[in-house]
């Protein structure tokens, strides 16, 4: 009979009950674990189980009851600070941290659900998709308004968005804006599989839970700024290096050994986005400064 | 070494159940969208340096032909991603009818600890045969 394990939305594994035995009296294993078999309805606590009862760590004293998860203690070293509440000081003091302070805001990420991540995205994924339907719809909108459709790019969408008057063409963009937006979190947990996939080689210590939130917050913190002129070209590699980072701290990996999950090996593996991009932002930089 | 298993879900797991789909018909949804403006992406930089494939070459043109449902043609010209989209299509059925049926119990995937191993070396050498297709097929 296997038991499977799990703890804070993490399953932990699936093992023996002598290895929860063992594991439960060398602290591996919680009472508050919770376990499943074949047959039972629900999960429940370990310490609910009959033949576990009495085995394992005692109940923390009251002494201890600042470093229990949820604790007033525990929650104000929390970070980042949306994870403390949905408000909108917390939301702009996340970015602050992600941006300036990655090591000790991923240092201090715990596990836990995709919820809040979820949220953060979507908050912060509002005013880039103002700011952007702001810049390349209003650039459709007055280049149309001002008869100089034939200065915009030559491929068959904008020929195609030309012939349908500067207004509806401007609002288009912004709906094709909204689409992708609405539709951003849903690839990040297509994203962050396959960076767990790439982590695995080093064992990360976090499961794929800590990696999505990790992305999550990594890119959604700096997705405001992405569509500023001139600003998206600092930003860009700067979120690179954040999720670099929140990955080396959520999962205790060496960072040149993320680096190269996700820097090297997405450059040799998928058609060279980032060599692309960089590609771009030395050309572009060349290019200003003739 | 791998078993299908159903299980109730336990608090706080990621809702594979609705996830996956979702993330699934969205990408279709985009790819759909994307292929009709007709918009390219620009040449690959592993192919250009090197003349070989890359592990992703082929993928958009495997994508292009599924959305034309092309799919002896869409398997040709990434095996790899035509079997994702293939899982990822009968992943998306399953859930429909466990969200119809309303079931508590949910279908997982359960790799024995034993053969964790020789399923990572399985991987590589899929992997490296499936990089030999690509440099076979892609450069005739």
């Keep these: 009979m296997q038991i499977h394990v799990a703890r804070n939305s993490a399953q932990l594994g699936i093992f023996a009950p002598e290895e929860i035995i063992a594991g439960l009296q060398s602290g591996r294993f919680l009472a508050s674990d919770l376990a499943w078999r074949e047959g039972l309805p629900a999960w429940t606590p370990l310490g609910d189980w009959a033949e576990f009862r009495g085995v394992g760590v005692p109940p923390p004293s009251p002494s201890s009851a600042s470093s229990i998860p949820g604790s007033r203690d525990e929650v104000a070293l929390e970070l980042p600070s949306w994870e403390r509440g949905s408000s909108f000081a917390n939301y702009v003091a996340t970015i602050k941290e992600i941006a300036f302070d990655p090591v000790r805001t991923f ?5 836990g659900g995709f919820s809040r991540p979820i949220a953060f995205s979507y908050w912060s994924l509002l005013p880039a998709w103002i700011l952007g339907s702001l810049l390349y719809g209003g650039i459709i909108f007055f280049m149309l308004s001002v008869g100089q459709a034939t200065s915009l790019p030559k491929d068959p969408a904008m020929q195609w968005l030309s012939g349908l008057g500067a207004f509806t063409a401007a609002a288009i963009v912004s709906g094709f804006l909204a689409v992708i937006f609405v539709l951003t979190p849903l690839f990040q947990f297509l994203g962050s599989a396959i960076t767990h996939l790439l982590l695995l080689p080093w064992k990360p210590a976090g499961s794929y839970a800590q990696t999505y939130r990790a992305n999550a917050y990594a890119s959604a913190a700096f997705m405001p700024f992405v569509f500023i002129p001139c600003l998206n070209y600092v930003v860009a590699p700067w979120q690179l290096v954040a999720a670099v980072i929140a990955h080396a701290q959520v999962h205790r990996i060496a960072w040149w050994k993320v680096a190269i999950s996700l820097v090297v090996i997405p450059c040799c593996c998928a058609c060279g986005i980032y ?10 930089a060349g290019k200003f400064a003739h | 070494m791998l078993r299908l298993i159903r299980r109730p879900a336990f608090p706080g797991e990621l809702n594979h159940e609705l996830v996956w789909p979702a993330a699934f018909l969205g990408g279709a949804l985009f790819a759909w969208i994307w292929f009709g403006t007709g918009i390219q992406l620009p040449e690959c930089i592993f192919h250009r340096l090197t003349g070989l494939p890359c592990l992703g ?16 043609q869409a398997f040709l010209f990434h095996p790899g991603f035509f079997l994702v989209v293939m899982l990822a299509a009968a992943w998306t059925t399953y859930s429909a009818v466990f969200w119809v049926r309303r079931d508590t119990l949910r279908l997982r995937l359960v790799v024995e600890p034993a053969a964790e191993r020789r399923l990572r070396i399985l991987f590589v050498i899929v992997l490296l045969a499936h990089w030999a297709w690509q440099c076979y097929y892609l450069t005739r």
């Design chain 2, 57 to 72: 070459c082929g993928g958009t043109r495997c994508a292009r032909n599924l959305v034309h449902l092309d799919f002896g």
């Design chain 1, 107 to 111: 240092a201090n990420l715990r596990d």
């Design chain 1, 275 to 284: 060599a692309l991009l960089i590609g771009t932002v030395v050309g572009a």
